[in-house]
């Protein structure tokens, strides 16, 4: 599953940098993008949830923690690269190249996505967990076994409301800070796009030490401690972020934003053991991967158009703060 879900990202993402124009193919361009989206969509949740058992089960014991949060640098290291290919593709192109060429260079990093399938497929065995319960399986009877999505949707359905809401919580908080807050300061503060871009690229930069330390943090004092420190530093800290945003200096955007993404890391650490021992080794990339892709459309899916429908609603950035703290 992990392989097909990285080959599925792979052709997708690689598939969006050759897409035909609008004035080649009319309205299938659009069409077709979109639905080259929501591949990636399906397939980051199935690739999350593999890789992030790969790190977990092959944890050494008391590491489980530092291991998995391995996975979760995926996503600041994503926000590095692709803010850092923006700013360089917009120093160094005019505009209308970049419209014509330009944004198509990034999405080629797909081919690379497929290497490392292929490069699973052929080097990595399933890890020891997986390999256990596979035995004890064919153990059973063979219509004693159930399909692991049949038994997740009867019997564990909650957990998985439990998994992806506690996903959901933060998901949403780093949509906004990523996306909302940029279109936030460019367009309604009227503050330099590449200045806060920059600024996002820097404050991500420090989440690829935080994330780990608080993953490490976790394997020592628990997991629950660690997430409900974040979650009530967040709390706390909504309507502060705002108010210095609000300002309209870059030096309190950074602030609030980095304070934010402390609090964040926080929370994004432990995740991904914490999905780990939730469920069963039978159940355990169904599970996770259900839960992931709920806090995906329910947390961060919808958490800029809620940013931007609560400014255009109440003309303040306080309903978006309050917005974060009922998501708690």
Known sequence: MLVLALTM????TTGIGLLPTYETIGIAAPVLLVLLRV????AVGAQWGGAMLMATEYAPEGKRGLYGSLVQLGVPIGVVTANTVFLVAGATTSESAF??????????VGVLVLVLAWYIHTRVEETPAFREAERALAEQEKGAARSPL???LTKHLGTVFLAGGSFAVNTATFYIIITGVLDYATRELDMERSAVLTVSLCVSLTQLVLIPASAALSDRIGRLRIYAAGAVGLLVWAVPMFLLIDTKSLLWLAVGTFVTSCFLSVMYGPQAALFAELFTAEMRYTGASLGYQIAAVFGGGLAPFMMVLL???TGTSMAVSAYIIASR
């Open 9 to 12: 990202m792979g052709l997708a």
């Open 39 to 42: 591949v990636q969509g399906i």
């Open 99 to 108: 419209a014509s060429w330009g944004w198509r260079v990034p999405f080629f």
């Open 311 to 313: 400014l255009e609603a």
């Open 150 to 152: 049949r038994t997740i």
